[in-house]
């Protein structure tokens, strides 16, 4: 993972893009893991979840950043959680008015966004540092970073676990659900298999990038 910056740095493509893949919350950095393995046990539960954090994070790196030079540093992280604890208790209400079933699907797990070490430490370690614009976009590549890890998950879960996306039937009705996969074992087991992916992805980018800079050097 590349260090973060401690000075403002200028917006590039790759402000918003590192949350995709570099610095990827779940599959790279394996923060708010807990979220991940607790509520992809259906799409609509990681959809859910992806969107309210994404919500926070936009909403309280916005809010630090704004208000960056007039905290005073000794109280910074508890001004942190207040902000992040604020936005958290509007999205609570929010999913609470729109679906109480969803609500009671995610459980307690919407108020421990505050806790997600994603948003808190997106907060500290980047927003407190730079212009609002641009603590706004990387939050929206984390954000959305976040979003497509719980999708990953929450739709091979439900897949392989129902046969179903969305509560749409998807295999035949002679398909044997893997019940395994929406308990929570099966998060374990699709994250590892995910990250093992990704590591693999990663690793042949890197080897292609280390033979195309070997043949350029040859050819010179």
């Given at each position: 993972m590349a260090p973060l910056p401690n000075q403002e740095e200028t917006i590039t493509l790759d402000t918003f893009t590192r949350g995709l893949w570099k610095e990827n919350p779940v599959?790279?950095?394996?923060?708010?893991?807990?979220?991940?393995?607790?509520?992809?046990?259906?799409?609509?539960?990681?959809?859910?979840?992806?969107?309210?954090?994404?919500?926070?994070?936009?909403?309280?790196?916005?809010?630090?950043?704004?208000?960056?030079?007039?905290?005073?540093?000794?109280?910074?992280?508890?001004?942190?959680?207040?902000?992040?604890?604020?936005?958290?208790?509007?999205?609570?209400?929010?999913?609470?008015?729109?679906?109480?079933?969803?609500?009671?699907?995610?459980?307690?797990?919407?108020?421990?966004?505050?806790?997600?070490?994603?948003?808190?430490?997106?907060?500290?370690?980047?927003?407190?540092?730079?212009?609002?614009?641009?603590?706004?976009?990387?939050a929206l590549g984390m954000g959305v970073g976040f979003t497509i890890a719980l999708l990953c998950l929450g739709v091979t879960r439900e897949l392989l676990g129902a046969g179903t996306i969305l509560g749409f039937q998807v295999f035949s009705v002679d398909f044997e659900p893997w019940i395994v996969m929406l308990l929570p074992p099966g998060g374990f087991f699709v994250l590892g298999a995910w990250l093992l992916l990704f590591e693999y992805i990663k690793q042949r980018k890197e080897k292609n990038h280390l033979n195309v800079e070997g043949v350029a050097r040859d050819g010179s």
């Open positions: 599959f790279v950095m394996l923060l708010g893991l807990c979220p991940v393995l607790a509520v992809t046990n259906t799409t609509m539960n990681a959809i859910a979840m992806g969107l309210a954090t994404l919500f926070v994070l936009v909403a309280s790196s916005t809010l630090v950043s704004l208000l960056r030079k007039l905290i005073p540093k000794q109280v910074r992280i508890a001004s942190y959680i207040i902000i992040i604890a604020t936005f958290v208790t509007m999205v609570d209400y929010l999913i609470q008015s729109i679906s109480l079933d969803l609500y009671n699907a995610l459980g307690a797990f919407i108020q421990l966004i505050v806790v997600n070490c994603v948003i808190l430490g997106r907060a500290e370690a980047y927003a407190s540092k730079q212009k609002v614009s641009t603590a706004i976009i990387n």
